[in-house]
């Protein structure tokens, strides 16, 4: 697991730390009846909520692009034994 992927994980694990946050506040605001402070927090779990998909994205992309360049390092390293073998062969 590259830095990379542990700072994006880390990332993750914090937002769903601070969505838990803010749930439990805005179910007090709602115990309250304070509907101005619900609304806030209610907001503010929505933009939470999509910095967090937002960085999931970037996570997946991340681990695709690195399965890609595997892919083309080994594709590449078999090319170059198939030329050595026909080399060897002539």
Partial sequence: MTKRDKRLKKGIDSLDKQISIHEEKRQKAKEKWNIELEGYYEKEIDSLKKYKKRKEKIL????????????RISLSLIVQQITQEIKLSY
């Fill in 60 to 71: 997946w992309k991340w681990k695709e692009g690195e399965k890609r360049i595997g892919i």
